[in-house]
């Protein structure tokens, strides 16, 4: 049957779509599943299109990258997970009693925790939103302990596991986060929560789907995180607002390219698979894939040491950080911003152009005034980016730092 002229592009049957990402990955190899602290960072960088397409085909990026010459150190040390499995142990024992107890209830009998084993991710994400429905039609306490939730990213469904639900007599779902960082005093790490916060407004978005077609529910705004209280292994818990995550969440991963499209954009015989391609090889197919590599990268993916060597070698000012990037405006080349400050090159009408050749001036009589000779080379961090588009020395320095 045709379709008719206005009806859109023909979309590939998802079948067809999980055998191009299993030739990507390597039909052999187990694919990775996408996590919510990988979802979040990859929604932090949503024009990277290299890590949507290596996330969306679950490619092992640790083990990608240790195989391009270029490992990371990121990601949690045993010691660390160890810890934070033996911390929820603890929160959830006896029934969750003590999990319960930060939320006002003393006896674990009168919360219902329905059986959420089922085969498979999609059959727990079936089995987790019928769960879901029932604990709310009851109008009683229940908690889900570690259930499977469904969410779509660039059209491929991901399966996330958050450390519980709570679900109140009201309807409301509430997200529990469970964190082996310490809580002293009655606050924590400003950057560990931030991180925690992000996560947990993946899960947040998630359950938003099933509350949608389910009477009665509505996903709280705030989840409870769980952390040891001051330096003792008690559980202590804190309120946290996740609105403006959940916005910003939303918005980011809208903004992802639909992971079909970047498969069909890559010739055939491209593969990541790491056991069977050389290093050559594998190179060549990561480099077919854009990337938007910045600094954020080195504490959020696998692959940012490579990444970051070839921003380096292409001399793109998004290496040094999106900020600075913003701030060029047109000059998208360290060269280019380098000949710009030294008048070669760039409209001098430009303000970019104009603070650039003001920094440089600026720098050379203090270096006249210091008695050191006069200027040397480039641009240097003398912050005169104007009113607010870039006071700090972090310019000069990353240039300095990527030449």
Known sequence: MSASLDSGPHRPPQ????????ELRGPATVPRPLDARALAALAANPGCRRRAILDGAG???TALAEKLGAPSGFGQSQFAIARGNAFEAKVKADGGRELLALLGIEDPGTV?????????????????ALALREATAAGRWALLDHPMLALEVAGSPVYLEPDAVVVHPDGRW??????????IDGSADAAKVGAAARQAAVYVLALARTAAVTDGAEVAHRVLLV????????????????????????????????????????PPEVTFDVAERSPE??????????????????????????????????????????????????????GAVLAAARGEAGDPDDPAVEALRRARALRGE???????????GGVTGVGVFGSGVGAGAGLGEGVAACR
């Open 227 to 266: 952390c040891p209280k001051d330096f003792s292994n008690l559980p202590t818990a804190s309120v946290v607002d996740v609105r403006k995550q959940v916005a910003v969440t939303r918005r980011q991963l809208a903004r992802l390219t639909r992971i079909e499209d970047i498969a069909a954009a890559l």
């Open 112 to 128: 219902d925790q329905p059986e959420l084993a089922a085969a498979g991710p999609e059959g727990r994400a079936a089995r987790t």
């Open 281 to 334: 090889e594998l190179a060549s197919a990561v480099e077919r894939v854009p990337h938007a590599y910045a600094p954020d990268c080195l504490s959020a993916c696998e692959l940012a040491f490579h990444c970051r060597e070839r921003a380096r070698t292409a001399d793109v000012v998004t290496a040094l950080g999106r900020s600075v990037r913003g701030e060029l405006g047109g000059l998208t080349t360290i």
């Open 366 to 376: 203090a270096l006249a005034g210091a008695g050191t000779g006069g200027v040397t």
């Open 15 to 22: 079948t067809t779509l999980r055998h191009r990402l299993a």
């Open 59 to 61: 490619v092992d990026k």
């Open 174 to 183: 509430t997200v529990v986060e469970i964190k082996s960082f310490p809580m």
